[in-house]
């Protein structure tokens, strides 16, 4: 692992320039999962979403390694096409056998735990040697915060409104991280923007492995949050204390959790950081908080578990 | 001239065959909806070590054409097959490998879409995908087949033009019946397909380059789909100039259409793919029989041959269209659009009927062919009138 002197010496592989919102988390975790993939070269590829529109506005790029962008739920084929790419040409003889480059697909939780699901599946089963990131805030930003299977129980989105009939998104979200793991993949982790240190570790071993790796990482939205800009890491660290996020990697099918939370804070500390969640606190709600609070902690314990301790 | 083989095989085979002395990088396929077992022989030749060929086996067509243009655009040769359902799952996909400029080799065999389910053969799934901006031909045998995918490389490597090309084979009629096939030495292919120096790789890392940027607000997105639309009219010299040269080698006349019995005929059948052969059949029959009958086959559908179609048939009395599917709500199936379309400029109108036959692999008998020359010469002598489209031997 470097050190934080020596990532600072790193070029940034992620121009500044783009058009992603102030506080944005997912620039914040793409520079460090880049910093984290080394000096070899990267080929990135990235689903249609904030990330890809403000990124790539032609004539501009801020992109500084080679990069493409197709279509909304096949991020992870595309990457797995280039990996192919490289391994049909070295074969060719038309790259040199000793050439060594990296492969990152990135994805938004839309693009990855809905309709990009059975790609990303499917590259991970067919063993091809990359890294897949999933930049997850929770909902489709992009297009104005709609619900998707991350969007955890009780938020406010544009297709899961609050009213006097409902309250918000009804089911929990899925855990993805998990479905992952079960791939037998040489790496999965979950990750937050928040703890940078630890982020950047899970993209090196993410990088290092041969094979596939997977990466979740909680990345704030201040506009689909209902938050504000400059608290967007700050938030996203209250998530990891409150167990909402465990920060935790599968490394060849050992489940490790690698940020310790002694005492976790109650549920309603990341609730009430955000507008999204702002319904939950009515004196009404009570018992549907209260549900939440039991569903978090049952994850929590799951990971434990699942964690050996 | 290469040095040739005669074999008996059937589509499918000489699909996988072509594919392998054109040496992709890559080939990206899903099996099923329908299966078609190109990809089964050429995972044989891939297990054998014949290829090269990074063989990678997706989950479906939408990602077998989503890595196909990853890997083109990573800079590889790339090659994929599917048919029916499959194409039409790829279809989101089609748009961008031809947006992208990509010079991905598919061959599709052509077979019903649902519903009902079916299996069988007509042209519905690639006539759904005919304004994709793929370039298009069609085969109506086996060797044709194993000519147009051998052409398809350097038509769509041609730095003119940089588009797909999907070569289409009749879903079983042309992929499953043995049919007599001269193949040619693998120098002689690997020669006239050359080699593919693909145009601003991913894998040239020292050369960082953005691939589907984001070209609205105000974007080059009308200029963008103006050059493409330049690329595919180029095309057509192109493929041209690639078929005399595959004449030249095999031996083969190539021609974007295909004219038989046309030089002293009054009417005449407009077929793609495999019913030319019962089509000529028939018309030598006719011609017997005191009736001046002609076939135009089309070879390549998009760019779709204008000013052939124009030489070959201003002069008819009648003209009778086939389309192995149809356009729902439209005045008739795609093949009849085009033509009577570029009919229409004439000064003297040419009488252009339409006939949807086949579809889910119903029988194309003889005597519905026959059925349609009657038609035809009825309306050249006048005893009978335009009837627009109908359906041949539904019942």
């Known amino acids: 692992m470097p050190t934080l002197r020596e990532l600072t010496h790193r070029e940034d592989r992620l121009e500044g320039g783009h058009r992603l919102c102030a506080g944005c988390g997912a620039s914040i975790a793409v520079r460090q999962i880049l910093l984290g993939a080394g000096t070899d070269p990267v080929i990135a590829g990235c689903a249609t979403g904030c990330l890809e529109v403000s990124t790539t506005i032609y004539p501009y790029s801020s992109w500084k390694v080679p990069f493409i962008h197709n279509a ?70 992009n297009t104005g915060i709609q619900r998707s299977s991350a969007t955890p129980r009780g938020a406010w989105a544009t297709t899961a409104e609050v009213g006097k009939a409902q309250q918000g998104k009804i089911e929990k979200r899925k855990d993805l991280t998990s479905i992952i793991a079960a791939h037998g993949i040489p790496y999965a982790a979950q990750a937050s923007i928040s703890h940078w240190k630890d982020l950047t570790t899970k993209s090196e071993k993410a990088f290092a492995v041969e094979g596939p790796a997977f990466l979740n990482v909680l990345a ?15 938030i996203a660290k209250v998530g990891v204390q409150t167990g909402y996020w465990p920060l935790f990697e599968v490394e060849d099918g050992v489940w490790r959790m690698t940020v310790k939370v002694r005492e976790r804070k109650p549920i309603e500390e990341f609730l009430k950081s955000q507008g999204r969640f702002r319904h939950l606190l009515k004196p009404e709600n009570a018992e549907l908080l209260a549900e939440i609070q039991a569903e978090v902690d049952a994850h929590w314990e799951y990971i434990l578990g699942r964690c050996g301790e | 001239m290469a040095e040739q083989k005669t074999v008996a095989t059937t589509g499918n085979s000489v699909v996988a065959e072509a594919f392998r002395q054109c040496a992709p990088d890559v080939v990206a396929a899903y099996p099923i909806t329908p299966q078609t077992t190109i990809v089964e022989e050429f995972a044989k030749i891939v297990a054998q070590g014949r290829v090269h060929t990074e063989y990678v086996t997706v989950e479906s067509e939408h990602s077998a054409m989503s890595a196909c243009i990853g890997a083109a655009a990573a800079g590889a040769r790339v090659m994929t097959a599917t048919a029916s359902q499959g194409l039409a799952l790829m279809w989101e996909e089609l748009y961008i490998a031809s947006g992208m400029r990509l010079p991905i080799i598919m061959a599709n065999t052509n077979r019903a879409l649902s519903a009902p389910i079916n299996i069988h053969c007509d042209h519905s799934d690639v006539m759904g995908a005919r304004d994709s901006g793929w370039i298009i031909l069609f085969a109506e045998t086996a060797q044709e087949v194993y000519d147009n995918t051998i052409m398809a490389v350097p038509i769509g490597e041609d730095p003119e033009v940089l588009l797909p090309v999907m070569t289409c084979l009749d879903g079983f009629i042309t992929t499953h019946s043995i049919d007599r096939v001269q193949l040619m030495d693998d120098d002689s292919v690997t020669a006239f397909v050359g080699d593919y120096e693909p145009q601003n790789a991913l894998l040239d890392t020292d050369n960082p380059v953005s691939h589907g940027n984001f070209a609205g607000l105000g974007g080059p997105y009308f200029e963008f789909k103006k050059t493409q639309r330049l690329a595919i009219d180029c095309s057509k010299g192109v493929i041209e100039r690639v078929g005399e040269a595959f004449s030249k080698l095999s031996g083969r006349p190539f021609g974007l259409i295909e004219t038989d019995m046309m ?43 204008v000013e052939e179609m124009v030489s070959a048939l201003s002069d ?53 062919i026959r059925t349609v020359y009657t038609d035809l010469s009825d309306i050249a002598a006048g005893s009978a009138s335009l009837h627009g489209m109908q359906y041949l031997g539904a019942r």
Not at chain 1, 220 to 234: D, H, Q
Not at chain 2, 274 to 288: C, E, P
Not at chain 2, 342 to 359: F, K, M, T
Request: glycine residues 12%; proline residues 3%.
């Open chain 1, 220 to 234: 704030s939205c201040p506009r689909g949050w209902r938050c504000a800009y400059n608290k967007s890491v700050e």
């Open chain 1, 72 to 141: 909304f739920e096949n991020s992870s084929a595309t990457i797995s096409g280039v990996e192919a790419a490289f391994k049909g040409l070295k074969r060719a003889g038309k790259i040199p056998a000793d050439k060594k480059v990296k492969f990152v697909a990135f994805g938004g939780d839309g693009g990855t735990y809905d309709i990009g699901l059975q790609a990303l599946s499917g590259a991970m089963e067919r063993g091809h040697d990359m890294v897949y990131v999933c930049y997850d805030n929770g909902a489709y930003m």
């Open chain 2, 316 to 368: 008819m009395k009648a003209v009778g269209v086939l389309d192995r599917a149809d356009s729902f709500g439209a005045e008739g199936g795609p093949v009849f659009l085009e033509t009577r379309s570029a009919l229409y400029d004439l000064e003297s109108r040419v009488p252009v009927v339409n006939y949807i036959y086949g579809l889910g692999g119903s029988d194309v008998r003889l005597d519905l």
């Open chain 2, 263 to 305: 030089d002293d005929a009054e009417v005449a059948i407009v077929v793609l793919g495999s019913t030319a052969g019962n089509v000529r059949y028939v018309a030598k029959q006719m011609r017997a029989e005191g009736v001046k009958a002609g076939l135009v086959k089309i070879r390549c559908f998009r760019p779709f041959p």
